[in-house]
T-cell receptor, first 110, second 111 residues
Framework: EDQVTQSPEALRLQEGESSSLNCSYT??????LFWYRQDPGKGPEFLFT?????EEKEKERLKATLTKKESFLHITAPKPEDSATYLC???????????WGAGTKLIIKP | DSGVTQTPKHLITATGQRVTLRCSPR?????VYWYQQSLDQGLQFLIQ???????AKGNILERFSAQQFPDLHSELNLSSLELGDSALYFC??????????FGSGTRLTVV
């Protein structure tokens, strides 16, 4: 069964303290891995798409990487405004819709 | 503005009632997806439409139904509402079944 697992469930960091969020997947025929950011009460906001192992993408303080089993979302010197829930999802050959992880709630304290 | 428009933003209704949520997809997107998100829960996929046809169904209750119209806007109908149906309902659209663009959601409160 295709599955996406995110860890940790929650992460509290001090402002400026870099860290990484993990998204591991067991799927057949990966066609893309997506990262989204969701603020409370709002719709998820697209961040990155990764298609193949070794691919990396960056946006401001965020960098996403992909291997054959997992993806990492690295956050460098985070600021309080980076606090949000970060969602990972995968697209597979046999499915029309994305398979979602449960998310990591990131809290950055000033 | 993501380009996906959902109305209304907020809805308060009584148990047993019926409501309709509306979604206009981003220009050019043929697929529309509906998701439910209860408080502090993950996204639960309900249903997908592609160019007017139902393409995939998730954990959608029989009391819920949806359709996509020729102009590609979609409506999600929720009937015989229960307290547990209170949630955020999101619509997303895509053009190639890859990345999704989400709307800002409809917050439904059943009292």
């Amino acid at each position: 069964e295709d599955q996406v697992t995110q860890s940790p469930e929650a992460l509290r960091l001090q402002e400026g303290e870099s860290s990484s969020l993990n998204c591991s997947y067991t799927v057949s025929g990966l066609r893309g891995l997506f990262w989204y950011r969701q603020d409370p009460g709002k719709g998820p906001e697209f961040l990155f798409t990764l298609y193949s192992a070794g691919e990396e993408k960056e946006k401001e303080r965020l960098k996403a990487t992909l291997t054959k089993k997992e993806s990492f979302l690295h956050i460098t010197a985070p600021k309080p405004e980076d606090s949000a829930t970060y969602l990972c999802a995968v697209r597979v050959d046999s499915n029309y819709q994305l398979i979602w992880g449960a998310g990591t709630k990131l809290i950055i304290k000033p | 503005d993501s380009g996906v428009t959902q109305t209304p933003k907020h809805l308060i209704t009584a148990t047993g009632q019926r409501v309709t949520l509306r979604c206009s997809p981003r220009s050019g997107d043929l697929s529309v997806y509906w998701y439910q998100q209860s408080l502090d829960q993950g996204l639960q996929f309900l249903i997908q439409y592609y160019n007017g046809e139902e393409r995939a169904k998730g954990n959608i209750l029989e009391r819920f139904s949806a359709q996509q119209f020729p102009d590609l806007h979609s409506e999600l109908n929720l009937s015989s509402l229960e307290l547990g149906d209170s949630a955020l309902y999101f619509c997303a659209s895509s053009s190639d079944n890859y990345g999704y663009t989400f709307g800002s959601g409809t917050r439904l409160t059943v009292v």
